[in-house]
Nanobody
Framework: QLQLVQSGGGLVQPGGSLILSCAAS????????IGWFRQAPGKEREGVLC???????TYGDSVKGRFTISRDNAKNAVYLQMSSLKIEDTAVYYC???????????????????WGQGTQVTVSS
């Protein structure tokens, strides 16, 4: 059974940093396309940062220069490193995986078929 388990998240002040973790079981994460998405109340789920199997990444415009993705193949996990957090970054964050998709759809949530449980990130003073 393919499964993604998330950890991290919580409350952070504006300008602060946070790291979200996403660990895979039942498959090798390095063989998959990985995406981080978020959904704020009343809004649609949006792509934050997505990376192809060859390491090509695409970022949402609002997070460029602030969010990065990294992998730990030994732990079969990926991480979303968030810095310079803003109040508008508040949302439930999800990691997701899919074996292959066209690069043009790299950060389209509907193309992913395995999802983590989501974790709340709240940016507030």
């Amino acid at each position: 059974q393919l499964q993604l388990v998330q950890s991290g998240g919580g409350l952070v002040q504006p300008g602060g940093s946070l790291i979200l973790s996403c660990a895979a079981s039942g498959f090798t994460l390095d063989d998959y396309v990985i995406g981080w998405f978020r959904q704020a109340p009343g809004k649609e789920r949006e792509g934050v940062l997505c990376i192809s199997r060859r390491g090509l990444a695409t970022y949402g415009d609002s997070v460029k220069g602030r969010f990065t993705i990294s992998r730990d193949n030994a732990k079969n996990a990926v991480y979303l490193q968030m810095s310079s957090l803003k109040i508008e970054d508040t949302a439930v964050y999800y990691c997701a995986a899919v074996s292959t998709i066209p690069f043009s759809r790299l950060c389209v949530p509907e193309t992913y078929n395995t999802w983590g449980q989501g974790t709340q990130v709240t940016v507030s003073s």
